[in-house]
């Protein structure tokens, strides 16, 4: 009887050390991330990040830079179709046209990061972190107009930015 207590027990214990790891990871690599909160918070967002080395943590941001790229890439192609003013819908084209092949940049980067190809995951990722500045710059041409997705865009050069530290952080 004491025996099965003792390796309950450890059992619990071992539990409990694996549970307090994973958290620890998402931590230290949130810390050296180049933006804490929104690093927890997408991590923390899939249920797979509990369970995830530095790598998996890694794949889990491409795919959703991947998704967050699809998703600024239709909310563009839905603004072109409602704006009338000819100089913003100049500037949505950019915008459109860079996203398009910032899809492209993710999906290439999922597929250098699954062939354990971590330098041209993270050029292929960088290629991503052109398209909202782009965007943006679009916009800060004369004449000066305010971007309908200057926060959108801001957010996710900020999201890029923390998946460009991760990867940074596997090749070292």
Do not use: W
Not at 43 to 51: E, G, H, M, Q, W
């Amino acid at each position: 009887m004491n025996f099965v207590k003792a390796l309950s027990l450890i059992f619990m214990l071992f539990l409990f050390f694996v549970t307090f790891s994973s958290g620890d990871l998402i931590e230290d690599v949130c810390r050296r991330s180049s933006d804490y909160k929104t690093c927890i918070d997408a991590l923390r967002a899939d249920p797979k990040s509990s369970s995830a080395d530095k790598k998996g943590l890694a794949r889990i941001l491409l795919q959703q830079c991947l998704t967050k790229t699809k998703s600024i890439y239709n909310k563009i192609v839905s603004l072109l179709e409602q704006v009338k003013e000819p100089i913003i819908l100049q500037s949505l084209q950019v915008c459109k046209e860079n996203y398009d092949s910032a899809i492209d940049d993710a999906t290439s980067a999922l597929k250098y990061f699954d062939a354990n190809d971590i330098f041209g995951a993270s050029s292929a990722a960088t290629g991503i972190a052109s398209a909202p500045q782009t965007c943006e710059d679009s916009f800060a041409e004369p004449p000066v107009r305010i971007s309908p997705i200057k926060s959108i865009d801001k957010d996710f050069m900020n999201f890029i930015g923390l998946t460009i530290t991760l990867l940074h952080q596997l090749k070292n």
